[in-house]
């Protein structure tokens, strides 16, 4: 998990305007700097402010046009940053802070994030409270009892609360070997990638439908049973190379009498004795009572009398011989359970005698699109409407992990029509994917059938692009309604879907591959959440792994990712790769 301090506690005071949060933070922050804590705080203002007094310097020239203003004197430094296009994150605000000169950090606002807190209550403000919904907060103080287990103070009791806030520092679980994880800390209503992963995959189960096919039919499927070898690989102990095979306690002679040739395929059945050679070919069978060869290129026969060259190396016993089970013993594991048939897989089984190889079925995937707008290629374009274009992307996707794929085509956008498409597709198929209609917007209705046929689990994954993520079931059957714009559907399909089919074919703990490279561009990214920029990855002339980015990063152009080999992964503390910064990559291996 990715960390933001790393021994600090942290705790946030959550309650509805008018409570008092500052005015008690106000009189509580002596007595705590009077108990010897170094203390922070930060606080969230749902309105514009302005810390600077007009006139005064930093003012004018922050409104002429600085979009960072940096002052300092001898007793304090302020910088005030303008943030026009989004507000700063919780974890890059955090990151912002000296926490070695920090015992504590005190929170103010922000009560829809995750993270410890103290509910402020006050009857007279007439609001609910906020833990029943809320798991982070870790205690209560208000004027009025609260029918809860946690612990319960006095709001007007300030010596209580501060205490309490004293207790939690010292008995706080943040120590230098137990950090607060960025993923902790996320807006109200959104998972991390992790979590969401996480959650989607304690629901997947491995399928565990066997079936025998052959060796032609098995390229790109998972085993289902190790395959042991029925036989020693090599067969019977054998030479590696041409040339002639003796005793190994027999190489002091000066020459030794050539008493037999046996080719590959054959076998030389007279027992070798001291002062004998056979002329021996790859791969041949070692004749009973020799265990070294001497290559052909060290030795001269003359007639039937053949002499080596000890000038071009020393002949040491057992040299240039392969030993019978030497790559794979009679009963041994050829290939485990859970591998996926690749070419190699493909030689090794055939290598064995063995034409037919147990599979997991195939996964059977049912996609379809949803939309008014879009239509099916070759037809011709209608008014204000756009070809469908995931529908062939998932198909590619699918096929090439090996899954057998049911095309429903393109549903109209009505309640009907989905329910009866999604009925449709959990009795044919595995795993349902649709895309296009997660935004919740007031013409999707994917969310309400599937509230009416099965369940959904969560809707919003704090991520980009692929944000907007439906994932339920149908009876049995998963389902996942992917965002509709192309490149969000890959970028889910990769961290969403893959990893579940993955778990259905019977590959519990599989994992993406990732690579370390160094950025030679910046790439930008949101602080607070996982960004996935499509990139491109090469050696450079010192041998580094490097990567930089297609350039524009709309998640409606396809084109970018066609342009990549990777995805660039900038986890959600990070403010923004710098030129020279190591980043996460995905290599993109999606192309048959």
Known sequence: ?????????????????????????????????ERGLRVAVVKHAHHNFDIDQEGKDSYRLRKAGASQMLISSRYRRALVTETPEEEAQL???????????????????????????????????????????????????????????????????LDQITDFVIGYVKNSAFTEAQTLSCSDINPAGMLSVAQGREKI?????????????????????????????????????????????IAGDDIGRDSYQVVGQVLAGHSYDEPLHHGEAVRIMTGAPIPQGADTVIMREQATQQ????????????IKAGQNVRQAGEDLALGQ?????????????LGVVASLGIDKIIINKPIRVA????????????????????????????????????????????????????????????????????????????????????????RINFWRINMRPGRPLAFGTIGNVP??????????????????????????????????????????EKLRSRPGRTEYTRGISSFDANGRLVVKSTGSQGSGILRSMSEANCLIEIAPEQVNAEIGDKVTIIPLDIRM
């Not at 039937?304 to 071009?312: E, I, L, N, P, W």
């Not at 992917?482 to 590959?507: S, T, Y």
Request: glycine share 8%; hydrophobic share 40%.
């Open 1 to 33: 998990m990715s960390q933001i301090n790393a021994s600090l506690p942290l705790l946030g005071f959550a309650a509805f305007s008018g409570t008092g949060k500052t005015t008690l933070l106000e009189a509580m922050l002596p007595k705590l700097v």
């Open 91 to 157: 974890p890059y605000l955090l990151n912002q802070l000296d926490q070695t000169e920090l015992d504590l950090i005190l929170v103010e606002g922000f009560k829809k994030l995750d993270f410890p807190k103290i509910e402020l209550h006050r009857k007279e403000v007439g609001k609910p409270w906020l833990h029943p919904e809320d798991n982070n907060i870790i205690a209560i103080a208000a004027n009025i009892s609260a029918e809860s287990t946690l612990p319960q103070m006095d709001i007007n009791n």
């Open 201 to 245: 995959l304690e629901q997947i189960k491995p399928l565990h439908i066997s079936e025998s096919v052959s060796l032609h039919q098995a390229l790109g499927q998972i085993v289902a049973q190790d395959i042991l070898s029925p036989v020693n690989v090599p067969q019977h102990t054998n030479s590696a190379m041409d040339g002639y095979a």
């Open 303 to 314: 007639g039937d009398t053949v002499t080596f060259d000890k000038a071009m190396g020393n």
């Open 333 to 345: 594991i050829a290939v485990a359970a859970g591998t996926t048939i690749t070419a190699p897989e």
């Open 367 to 454: 996609i379809f699109s949803t939309g008014d707008e879009v239509q099916q290629p070759g037809d011709a374009q209608k008014q204000n409407c756009i070809y469908d274009s995931n529908r062939y992307t998932l198909y590619a996707l699918l096929t090439h992990l090996g899954c057998e794929v049911v095309d429903l085509g393109i549903i109209d956008d009505n309640e009907a029509s989905l329910e009866k498409t999604l009925i449709q597709a959990s009795t044919k198929a595995d795993l349902i994917l649709s895309s296009g209609g997660v935004s919740v917007g007031d013409a999707d209705y994917i969310k309400s059938v599937l509230e009416k046929l099965g």
């Open 479 to 520: 389902f996942f309604g992917l965002p509709g714009n192309p490149v969000a559907v890959i970028v889910a399909f990769l961290q969403f879907v893959e990893p579940a089919i993955r778990k259905q074919q019977g590959i519990i703990n599989w994992q993406p591959k990732t690579h370390q490279a160094i950025a030679i």
